[in-house]
């Protein structure tokens, strides 16, 4: 079992940035590929970005690239997500996921098996 806890959401304006933290407390977090999902009002979950469960890997959605840099610190049992150059549409209820690795696509949701009850990024024009 992990369980996920996400921090670290707030109010920015526009192009500034924010950290997010995930912090787990299963102790098997450093076997789990990691990714954080968004959800903004009246919009459906979008998939943002994923990390292997080593760090090698990494996958970005294209809306946030450049911009958006996933890390994960095993020893800690937390995966981080900086956001820098942040836009109004990034305003959304940000979540961290967990699942077991597999060679399907990060972005599919229902390969996550534990998720965190989210924090709220709001970007200001």
């Known amino acids: 079992q992990v369980q996920l806890v996400e921090s670290g959401g707030g109010l920015v304006q526009a192009g500034g940035s924010l950290r997010l933290s995930c912090a787990a407390s299963?102790?098997?977090?450093?076997?789990?590929?990691m990714g954080w999902f968004r959800q903004a009002p009246g919009k459906e979950r979008e998939f943002v970005v994923a990390?292997?469960?080593?760090?090698?890997?990494?996958g970005y959605a294209d809306s946030v690239k450049g911009r958006f840099t996933i890390s994960r610190d095993n020893d800690k049992n937390t995966v981080y997500l900086q956001m820098n150059s942040l836009k109004p549409e990034d305003t959304a209820v940000y979540y961290c996921?967990?699942?077991?690795?597999?060679?399907?696509?990060?972005?599919?949701?229902?390969?996550?098996?534990?998720w965190g009850q989210g924090t709220q990024v709001t970007v200001s024009s």
């Open positions: 996921a967990a699942r077991r690795p597999r060679a399907g696509p990060y972005g599919v949701e229902d390969a996550y098996d534990y």
């Open positions: 990390i292997s469960w080593r760090g090698r890997n990494t």
């Open positions: 299963g102790r098997t977090f450093s076997t789990y590929d």
